[in-house]
């Protein structure tokens, strides 16, 4: 690899980390404790920062290399993609705005779905990706949740979804809200069928995805620090007026009111999805 | 009543006959030719107002003072009802209501947001705003629906789930997401109608149907037009701009394929005449749950099944 | 009726009313609000008094009397007995307890079951008697319990069940702490059977008693200020030194916390049971 | 190691075998003869208290500091175990533990009452007392070992519900009545050990099983002791009375056809070996479910109401 491919690569996959001025471009310094690392020890440490634990936001290509057998991801309707049927402007017409997030990620939309296997555990994947339009959820995305659904209910595999999104797509009107409807109610017959959903809920996942599918898996996992709300931090300080405490809708905060099963560090997250997926998945009888 | 800013032609109008009666009866002119005058005058200029009503226009009758509240409808449209209070878990959200109830001979489940009047029954209702005690309220009783084969009918009227720090503590994104997913699995039928406002993930939580009817002066919207103001525009003062390009009226909501019809409101606004919109929902309701009594239940499953599973537009 | 037996009468049903000392005893005190006032007059009303709708308790026979049809209540199982199994003996012989209770009440348990009809709809029907060694739930009333829910299992008319009751029975040790599992086993059966079940919690209910088939209602009635709890406000007090607040456990609180449909004064009970049965107790289809 | 006083005469033995030991070393004199005479002595004395044990000492040994709790049980047993938390509701009430675990390969949700073995670990547990989410947790848990089919296997070890003030509002009667109700209705095997204390309607909520097995030093009781002695013997002081009156050890328990049997502590007590504990529960585990892998899922919920049904003594 090249150092120019390598730092075109490095610039895709770090959003958050904030560039230093020093020749070479090695380093990174860590957002949430300032401390700097060499980068290579950054991505050693599964894009989390070797001070402080924080969990850089990563891409769905680094989840599905951290986690999952090599070259097994098989992507699934990755030709899926929006149409700006309201054709809606704000401060810029929802067209060119897909058309950038498409360049800048060279992906169709803010989510991939797939098989893909766990230690040769065949698994049901689809993993949010925040840097799109801010992981939003239209159409495409409800309609990528549902078919990967879809497809578990057909082959029997558990399901992990990997969300991390703002919420609903406003540029898509009230049809974005239906998402919420239609992917809900495709995890019903997930559950009728009896196949195990994992849901895997990394920073941040607010709005409208974290009220259908990512609070509906038979297990919850998130990852240490990720926001996990409803109406975020901002949104309730902005209407009521109400000052949110230290943590609040963090990992941890859920974790202690009931809405996660367990606060899963990167590295970590393999083996515990591994032995789920060995006492959950393999229906006996 | 409050008059609506736009109304004001009209409000102008209705002054001057009012001026003209008076004077009429103190100093014994008779003016009738002149008052039946303004009158039609005033019919024609309401006519004119109510068909071209903009988007923040509609949103604004939508959030009408004296918009009929679910209450008031549930109690004119049945011939029994029992109110039913609680989730059995945590607390009673006076902004959900709900219980038994009998109209036009059907035994129905009914659900719906509740916003008050004034400022002192609005703050008990936390404005139509749910905790997720009130989706946990609604679930248990469409679950009793279920169990005793009652169809539910569920009336939207809200600005959407709560943005505060209890209702996220006790997990409003986890008690949506669960209606959503129950409803969808309903054997009896469930007919929605939007009454008011439909805000957001908040609307929707009661709002899985087979039947989605929006009155005529209803808007749905995936977020407020203020909201998407603020978020989109990055400018607050935006919001008309936003209610136009969200397309959350009747009209456009039905023209989307999320809504299923729009029903006509009396002419001026629903808030005029609760007892006339009453009995359109009523009729609607009827007319609906005749067709599903012939329908086998795991039909009615399916229909609303693949109603929310097609919607969503996209190329591939 | 000579003066004798009215007096007699008066004695086994007004527990909680203060007898005063005037010549003919026809006038009681209220507990609550300590007013006086004609025995007539407080038997017109429900028992309820007229000056602050205090609700007295009341006896089986007086809640059939109030909203049944006349004389179509026919008791089920009126004959089952409890026995003194544990051989247990407190500050009394458990066995002399329950012989003195029988005396008392003239009944042999702390409950009644049978069909009666409400405007003629049948229902099945169970009622507690508090004044029967504190309605505690023994092997009797558990059974009891569970052979009306049988009851309504098989006849399908809507069962309504009056609690009042202190808990479980002590005197029957473990045996007494099963029959909450047995009753609200036998529950879980009339749901699957779709048969309606009205929960009328009564002054007061609690313990074991409330951590079983009295909260398991498809609805749930309360009466005005009914006491309804699993640990008392007296444990509470004692064991943890929590001060407890007022009204805190009565009807009013639990529809608040969204424990109870709704608070009914007995003089509107009748009614809205009535619209209930009606709304809810005929299968359609 | 906390002893317990009724033990005092064997600690004495103890104390003195540790002192002649230390003595031995010191003075170079041989006291081995003595020591195992003594040790011997004290063997015997063993034997016979905990031949001779009343129900007030059996009280004392299942309240134990160091009796074996449900997390170290759970381990200890488990080739593999997932911890899972909370009730989606309100909050993780730690009192409760479970998850999923793979016992001697058979997969399998558990499910437990938790103590801890300090103070700091007694308050953060909140001495094994659940509130409401307790329950609504365990019944979660239990939801999903029905959906997929796996057995359930719980461990009591709880003083009762919490008696305070929050654990009312928010419904502890509700919750432990519905877990009463679920359970009922389970068609998946439900295994129950009582590990120490099997205290009221707390105890109950995870304990509607197919077995229940008390471990030998176990009690399972409609009140704590001393809430008996206060309520029926009026004398706060009498709890040795009411314990050995309510017939609660775990003998009496199966006799009076409440539990389905003992199963044998280590000579002392199970808090000398917490592994031996492990491994007899571990070993009832495989053999029930050699059992109710055979049996048809509607005959694994039809045996468990027949029994919960049968319980009660009355004459008719
Ligand atoms: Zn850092
Ligand atoms: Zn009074």
Avoid at chain 1, 89 to 116: C, F, H, V
Avoid at chain 2, 155 to 184: C, F, H, S, V
Wanted: proline share 4%.
């Amino acid at each position: 690899m090249s150092i120019l491919d390598w730092l075109s690569k490095k610039q895709k996959v770090s959003p958050q980390a904030e560039k230093l001025n020093i020749p070479g471009d090695l380093w990174v310094k860590c957002k949430s404790c300032s401390e700097v690392m060499f980068i290579k020890d950054l991505e050693k440490s599964f894009k989390v920062c070797i001070h402080c634990e924080y969990h850089f936001r990563i891409t769905p290509d680094e989840r599905l290399s951290y986690l999952f057998d090599k070259k097994s991801f098989k992507e699934i309707d990755g030709g899926i993609k929006p149409i700006d049927f309201l054709e809606f402007t704000d401060t810029e017409p929802y067209k060119k705005r897909i058309e950038l997030a498409q360049k800048k990620s060279n992906r169709s939309e803010a989510m991939i779905i797939g098989e893909a296997t766990l230690n040769n555990h065949p698994i049901n994947v689809g993993i949010m990706d925040f840097s799109f339009m801010g992981g939003s959820m239209g159409s495409v995305v409800g309609e990528k949740v549902t078919r990967i659904i879809e497809n578990a209910i057909i082959n029997k595999a558990p399901l992990f979804i990997f969300t991390s999104s703002g919420g609903a797509r406003m540029q898509e009107g009230i049809t974005s809200l239906m998402q919420m409807a239609k992917t809900s109610a495709a995890l019903s017959r997930l559950s009728d069928a009896g196949v195990p959903y994992v849901s895997i809920l990394c920073d941040p996942t607010t709005g409208g995805t974290s009220a259908s599918f990512a609070m509906l898996g038979d297990i919850h996992i998130a990852e240490p620090g990720a926001l996990i709300s409803f109406a975020g931090p901002r949104v309730i300080e902005q209407t009521i007026r109400q000052k949110v405490p230290k943590g609040f809708q963090r990992a941890e905060f859920l974790l202690e009111h009931g809405m996660v099963d367990m606060v899963v560090k990167r590295k970590d997250l393999k083996q515990r999805l591994l032995d789920i997926v060995t006492l959950l998945g393999v229906q006996e009888g | 009543m409050n008059h609506l800013e736009f109304e004001k032609p009209l409000i102008e109008l209705y002054e001057k006959i009012e001026q003209l009666k008076s004077l009429s009866k103190t100093s014994e002119i008779n003016l009738d030719q002149e008052i039946e005058k303004i009158e039609k005058r005033a019919l024609m200029v309401k006519k004119d107002i109510y068909s071209h009503l903009t988007p923040p226009q509609i949103v604004q009758i939508a959030r009408h003072q004296n918009r009929p509240d679910s209450l008031s409808l549930l109690h004119l449209m049945s011939d029994s009802f029992v109110p039913l209070h609680g989730d059995r878990l945590f607390r009673d959200d006076p902004s959900i209501v709900g219980g038994l109830a009998s109209i036009g001979g059907h035994k129905v489940v009914v659900i719906g947001h509740q916003k008050g009047h004034d400022t002192k029954e609005n703050i008990y209702r936390n404005f139509g705003m749910p905790h997720p005690e009130g989706y946990r309220k609604a679930l248990r009783l469409m679950k009793m629906a279920e169990k005793f084969k009652r169809p539910i009918v569920t009336l939207i009227d809200t600005p959407g789930a709560y943005p505060g720090i209890e209702a996220e503590e006790r997990g409003q994104a986890e008690a949506i997401a669960r209606n959503l997913k129950e409803m969808a699995a309903f054997t009896v039928p469930i007919i929605t109608f939007v009454i008011g406002e439909g805000g957001s993930g908040g609307a929707l939580a009661i709002g899985v149907a087979n039947k989605v009817h929006m009155l005529e002066y209803s808007v749905y919207s995936v977020i407020s037009p203020e909201g998407c103001a603020s978020i989109l525009f990055r400018d607050a003062t935006k919001s008309d701009l936003a209610s136009a390009s969200l397309k959350i009226t009747s009209e456009d909501v039905v023209r989307l394929g999320i809504a299923d019809g729009v029903i006509a409101e009396p002419l001026g606004g629903g808030h005029h005449d609760w007892n006339a919109v009453s009995k359109c929902i009523k009729n609607q309701i009827v007319s609906d749950l005749k067709l599903y009594s012939k329908m086998d239940p795991s039909d009615i499953m399916e229909e609303r099944y693949q109603k929310f599973r097609n919607m969503g537009q996209y190329s591939s």
